[in-house]
């Protein structure tokens, strides 16, 4: 595990004295506990060893190898070494998978960690709406209060059977609220992106921090805890002057640029004028994407550029409604997400699955528009290449990292055992996630999280997001 930060990284002394004027964290908190040694936090993260998961319903999601009943994983390295009716692995720890479900960590797209401390909280009346909501009170974030978020957020993606997300950073404040975050995702062991990104509220002529975003990439395997964080940009979409120079900045540093576009009837050609920019390409994702003209897919699909949705955001806001197999339908990769909890309540991606489905379906007027093996595809290898990761997660093939989940089936909203794709669609619930691997390192066993203190995670989420209520005056 690598330490953050290192000898020119931001001011420690400042950063805590910021979080304790904040009041947010007693002792035993976070900025204390960051100032650890690697070792030390090392020796908290569960170790990745040789196993051998034995006996389970193994849906690989790669075309090649298909679902295979009562068959094994073998994993060493970090990796996906062998997937097979029977494998012998005399060295390898034995894990029973029988009764369940195994298949990839599922991938979520895009999601505001920072946010999940505002669990809920969009209110019924405008000016509590989303957007004034978590403006109001992200202006009187301090770094810690990223770290309390992002820690809950990531935990919570664990616990449901999400090994990969797109953290979707919206916030940054200065520097030290990206190392908050990169730190909590660091300390909870989840494979991400960081999307780094202006502080929320911040006016259109202003550039994101882009001497920090060099800074980053430029010392970016002290960061990347050992590989499993990877650097974006949180773009603001063609427009304005500050915009096109975020993009040529981190296009220059060879990062991959997400943007959210055509959310309203009233934000439309948002994806024409990035075409029009020149800036469509394979290292764009576009978010939402639901008031887009035939001719803007047409130029996705050309371009070879990647889209996430995120129903339950869309449709609490009022959005509309996916418009997931016009996406589908012209070869565009999809990939699903969280986007924030103060709107969606929760990170269930089973949940997210479902509402994909029926909302294609009933768009389409047609039981069988989008099947339930095709969304769980969305929720694993496609959205795996939507983030361009798909040569290394998204799939159980040999050589991939190994991430993946075991699903038990011996729970009432699963039982009896049938169509292991629909069951996991339609029936199956975060709780039903019994084991949680990520780059081999057990995350959940039995359903528990392994190496996390959840009461510590919460408290500690609870006491920023107080804090922080405070500070802005938001009641
Ligand atoms: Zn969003």
Redesign the pocket.
Known sequence: MKRLGGEASIGRRDFIGGAMVAGAFGAGGWPLASAQDSEERGSAMPSSNEYLIRNGYVMTMDPALGDLAEADVHVRGGQIAAVAASIDAPDAAVIDAGGMLVLPGMVET?W?MWTTMLRSMAGDQPDHGYFPTSRGIGAHYVAGDMYASTRLSAAEAIFSGITFVHD?CHNVRGPEFAEADLRALTDIGIRARFAYGTPTGASNDSPIDLDDVARLESRWSDYSNDGLLTLGLAWRGAGTEASRQDYVAARELGLPVSV?VNNFPTSQGGIAAIEAAGMLGPHVQL??AIWTSPEEIEALARRGASVSL?PY?ELRIGFGFPITGDFLDAGIPVGL?V??PALSGNADMFAIMKAIQNIENSRAQDEFKLPARRVLELATIEGARSMGLGDSIGSLTPGKRADLIMVDTRALNLGVFTEPAHMLVEAAQPSNVDTVMIDGRILKRDGRLTGIDVDEVIDDAQRAQAAVRERAGWW
């Open positions: 895009h505001h979707w959210h978010i939402h995120s955001t997400s986007d924030t």
